[in-house]
């Protein structure tokens, strides 16, 4: 079957704009996870759905950060007023319960200018 | 002290060696540990998991984990050069509700033909 898939592949945006990163995971994983990756540095853990609900937001690096599964399948990560630093590669993983092997989409690169 | 810890490397070696890849992790409560490779300008893929003391074979691949110790390694025998990547080990802390995963900052291996 399809893997996670994450849209768009890179996106380029200027200091203070909003974006939106997309993440479709496996058919049938209720657990969805967001990690977040700089150069040279192993993912870093932003959130956790179980379901529809935030299970675990305790990465999320401050309130500009917000994410959403609405349906419980997709989910939207939505970063406001971009910051140079948030410039990383922002991964998305699903697993088909909370504890099981974390499977990972190919990656969104943010690079704010 | 980073909650799982990795030698940055370059880990260098010859084709058909043996590649020794360790970590260690600071909480004793972890119970899940996995090991991921990354080649460059890609996402993680699953490459071995543990859960109990002991070996765990795979193929070429053998996972190895000390509790005790707080000690988890991954051996690669007969390397060859599409080894060459970045390995991650992440931890899962079961003694939370989250399966939220903890990672280190990686190992570049590269196999010389």
């Known amino acids: 079957g399809a893997g996670v898939s994450q849209t768009p592949s890179n996106k380029v945006t200027e200091k203070g704009k909003y974006v939106e990163l997309r993440c479709d995971p496996i058919?049938?994983?209720?657990?969805l996870y967001w990690y977040r990756q700089s150069l040279g540095q192993g993912p870093e853990f932003l959130i956790y759905?179980?379901?529809?609900?935030?299970?675990?937001d305790s990465g999320l690096p401050n309130d500009r950060f917000f994410a959403v599964r609405p349906e419980g399948s997709v989910s939207t990560l939505k970063i406001q007023r971009t910051e140079r630093g948030d410039s990383a590669v922002y991964l998305c993983?699903?697993?088909?319960?909370?504890?099981?092997?974390?499977?990972f989409g190919p990656g969104t690169r943010l690079l704010v200018l | 002290q980073k909650e799982v810890e990795q030698n940055s490397g370059p880990l260098s070696v010859p084709e058909g060696a043996i590649a020794s890849l360790n970590c260690t992790y600071s909480?004793?409560?972890?119970?899940?540990f996995f090991w991921y490779r990354q080649y460059s300008g890609k996402s993680p893929e699953l490459i071995m998991s543990?859960?109990?003391?002991g070996d765990k074979e795979d193929g070429r691949f053998t996972a190895q984990l000390n509790k005790a110790s707080q000690y988890v390694s991954l051996l690669i025998r007969d390397s060859q050069p599409s080894d060459s990547a970045t390995y991650l080990c992440?931890?899962?802390?079961?003694?939370?509700?989250?399966?939220?995963?903890?990672f280190g900052q990686g190992t570049t291996l590269q196999v010389k033909p």
């Open positions: 993983a699903s697993s088909r319960t909370g504890r099981e092997t974390q499977y």
């Open positions: 058919s049938g994983h209720t657990a």
């Open positions: 759905f179980q379901g529809t609900g935030a299970a675990d």
């Open positions: 909480d004793r409560g972890s119970q899940s």
């Open positions: 543990i859960y109990s003391n």
């Open positions: 992440a931890v899962n802390k079961g003694s939370s509700n989250t399966g939220k995963l903890i």
